[in-house]
Structure formats: C-alpha cells, structure tokens
C-alpha cells in the first residue's frame, strides 16, 4: 500500500471522488478531512438514511461544508428508507441531529436539486470509466440502487471503499455485526456480489486499539483551532458512549479511518482479498459479515478487507487534514 501511495503522489494524481454518506457526527470528521485533502476533488456527496433520516443527514453535511470553508460540492438527497427493513436510527451515539445536539445547522447551503442516485450515475456516465472513486460512509442503500438500475454504469467506479463490517472483530450493534451493514443487509449483500472489480471494506475494527483517539488526542485536536474544535464537540455522545463502554472518553472513528483507508493508502497495514457473504437471514446473525479468512472454501474473493491501519501515519493524517499541529505519539 505504500507503493500505491507513492506512485500516486509521484504521477500528481488528483482522485475525483463521490461521498455517500448518513451524515453523523464521525461522518463530519471525514468529511472535513476529505475537504482538506489536496490530493481529493470531491464531485459531490449523496446522502442516505442511517444514522439520521436522510433530510438530517442532508443538513448535517452541509452544516460541515459551511465549518471547513474550503469548498462547496453538490449534496444530494437519496434513500430515505432500506430495502426491506425498518430503520433504527443512532441517536444513542450521535445525538438526535447526528452532531451532538449542540445547536449545529446549515445557515446558508442548501441541498442541491436532483435525486442521489441518479446524479451519481449521471457523474460515472458523463466521465471517463475508472476515474471515479466511491466512498461510502453509511449503509450501503443508494448503492445497491445504482447496482440494480444501471449495473453497467456502475462498473465504470474506479474502486469502491466502504466504511462497513466487523473486518476480523467484534459487533458493535450486535455481538457480530456492524451498525452499516446491519442496517441495510440486503444492500451490502447486493454490493458484495455484485462483481464490481474492486470493492474494500474497512472493518470497524481498522478503528480500535491504538487507532482509537485517547484524551490527550482529542484535547489536542480541539485546542488547534475552529475545525477541531468543531469535530471534537460534535462528537461528544460518542465520547460518553464510549465512556462507559471504553472506560474513558475515547472516539472510535470508524468513517474518518475508512476516509484515510481511501485517501491515505500509506496508512494501511492489514489489507488482504478474500471472499465475503453477508448474512440476511432473519436471526442473530443479521448483518454479520461472514469472511472467508482461511480460505475454507473454492469461492473467488470478491472483496478486500482493510482491518488494520498503522496509528501514526492514519492520527498523522487526521491532525494534518483537521490543521492541527503535527501529530505526537501520546
């Protein structure tokens, strides 16, 4: 992965990509993060219902575009249900507006006119194929629409990176499950078989242990400065969240490792190809992700999966793409 990163960097690549997202607190991060990043042209975000209904997730992406005050790409309104299931929201860990209920809306953007889905696939027709990348933040709805109206469009995506699954941990919505897959199942299932070339899932695993944000981190990343600040408070009932799951007011960014899983590739540390199912079965299994890690079977892998990232280089791209000082091993 570093030499991906290298090369990339040495040709002045300039990835154009599209951002679907459910529009949380996490999901600001990365996006800030994504709207920082000189090598990153965002073509537009489309938005889907998850952690909030979608018209939420609508404002709450542009209240971010309005903090970061860099650039302003087109938002989109997509899926406003799943498939198949009803959805549950997480306002346990984001709040009731996803941004930590602390008074944050958009004040001057507004949404722009088209559906999500549509205008994602008008983008990937009306450009060259394979100079699209797509990076989903929340469950995987919209895509799975895309899929099913126009597939050959969709084989024009240069790579999907998705924030979604396990990777090789825990759940952290069920024992075995992760909160975007869970909640779309039956979408991530048509993702996942759907024979697009290249799909990476970043597990919510790539997020914890030493990736995890500490005290001092996010201390530090709030005293450097307005866009800090902004994604340290929005964040803060995920941080008593994980206070009485962690201990310690620590943050698990899921979406922010998945952005720099993307962006970022150097920080990559554990990235293999296998094949995945994805459990739709009504039980306890729902959303689980089922990874072929021992190769027990003959099946092709049809997915790579991130599950580990290096904590330098992912905090060093935080710090970096949020304008806070360089990052020091705390």
Known sequence: MANLAKAERD????????????????????????LNDPGCEIMMFTTVAGNVPVDQAVDNVLTTLEHVGTYEPPVYRGSESMLFNELVYAYETHGHDGMGDIGLRPRRLRASDGNAVLRM??????NEPHSIDLITLGPLTNIALAIKLAPATMARVRRIVAMGGTGFGPGNVTPIA???????????RIVVESGLPDIMFVGWDACLGKCMLGPGEIEEIRRGGGLGRFAIDC????????????????????DPAALAAALHPGCIAECDAYYMQVDTCNGPGYGATIIDRNRFTSNAPNVRICSRLDPMSYKSYIYRTLHVGEYRNH
Not at 121 to 126: F, K, Q, V, Y
Not at 178 to 188: C, G, I, L, S, T
Request: glycine share 6%.
């Open 121 to 126: 696939l008008g983008a990937l027709e009306s």
């Open 11 to 34: 040709a002045g690549c300039r990835r154009r990509v599209i951002i679907d997202t459910d529009c949380g607190s996490d999901d600001a991060m990365a996006i800030a993060m994504a």
């Open 235 to 254: 964040n803060r009932n995920l941080m008593e969240l994980n206070r009485q799951r962690f201990g310690e007011p620590c943050l698990d960014m899921a």
């Open 178 to 188: 992760e909160f975007n897959v869970w909640q779309d199942a039956e979408a991530a």
